[in-house]
């Protein structure tokens, strides 16, 4: 089935650094999602992404689609306390038929803000 | 408060009981889902309800049954489970399509199961 490699695992920085983490794929995704995950919460959407190259902001998030639409990439800038938490890439292949809604998600990328 | 409730938020269950999950939506949606979040895995999406129709049975085990009774609400029924099913129970939903494509997809806070 398909795959997404999601790096680094983790990752513990100091409080004002930027932040990147990526996602790979083996196949090619033609919708791009990244969510957080807070300690005893569900993944909430941060970004979405629909189209090849597309570059996207929320505040301090940035995430792009990649060209070649098997990667994608987030961008923390300035990291605060609260950014804590596990961030997930989900993927999925627009392929129709009765393909909706099955995202495959990356293994997390644990973020650590150190004040 | 992402408008998808679940409850119980934590249960503890013996491998011979039997217990349901509850997830209802308030976003007016018409796909739910069930995924299991495993310490160290990816989320793994277990079954698809779009427009109260099963469109997605991910090889999970019948001792995992749903039922999607309305648009609004979604059940996961336990029986028999075994430890190695302890994890992270995530019901989301989405606005629903026949496009094969991949609405975006809002989580509830999910309940922790412990199989003794």
């Known amino acids: 089935g398909q795959q997404l490699n999601q790096s680094p695992q983790s990752m513990f920085i100091q409080e004002g650094e930027d932040v990147s983490m990526n996602c790979t794929s083996s196949?090619?995704?033609?919708?791009w999602l990244w969510y957080k995950q807070e300690p005893g919460e569900g993944p909430v959407l941060l970004i979405a992404l629909y189209k090849a190259g597309e570059l996207t902001s929320n505040g301090r998030l940035t995430a792009q689609f990649g060209i070649t639409r098997k990667d994608s990439f987030l961008n923390i800038s300035a990291s605060i306390p609260s950014d804590v938490g596990i961030y997930f890439c989900?993927?999925?292949?627009?392929?129709?038929?009765?393909?909706?809604?099955?995202?495959?998600f990356g293994q997390g990328t644990i973020l650590t803000v150190h004040p | 408060e992402t408008g998808v409730t679940q409850t119980p938020r934590h249960l503890v269950m013996g491998m011979t009981n039997k217990k349901s999950l509850k997830c209802e939506q308030h976003l007016g949606h018409n796909a739910m889902y069930w995924y299991k979040q495993s310490a160290k895995k990816p989320l793994e999406l277990m079954f698809v309800?779009?427009?109260?129709?099963?469109?997605e049975n991910n090889s999970v085990p019948s001792r995992f049954s749903p039922e999607c009774p309305n648009s609004s609400h979604l059940f996961l029924h336990l029986h028999t489970l075994q430890p190695e099913d302890s994890a992270l129970y995530l019901c989301?939903?989405?606005?629903?399509?026949?496009?094969?494509?991949?609405?975006?997809?809002?989580f509830g806070p999910g309940t922790r199961l412990t199989v003794l």
């Open positions: 989900a993927g999925h292949p627009n392929a129709g038929g009765t393909s909706y809604g099955k995202l495959t």
């Open positions: 309800y779009n427009f109260k129709e099963q469109t």
């Open positions: 196949s090619i995704f033609n919708t």
């Open positions: 989301a939903s989405s606005l629903g399509g026949t496009s094969g494509g991949a609405d975006t997809q809002y």
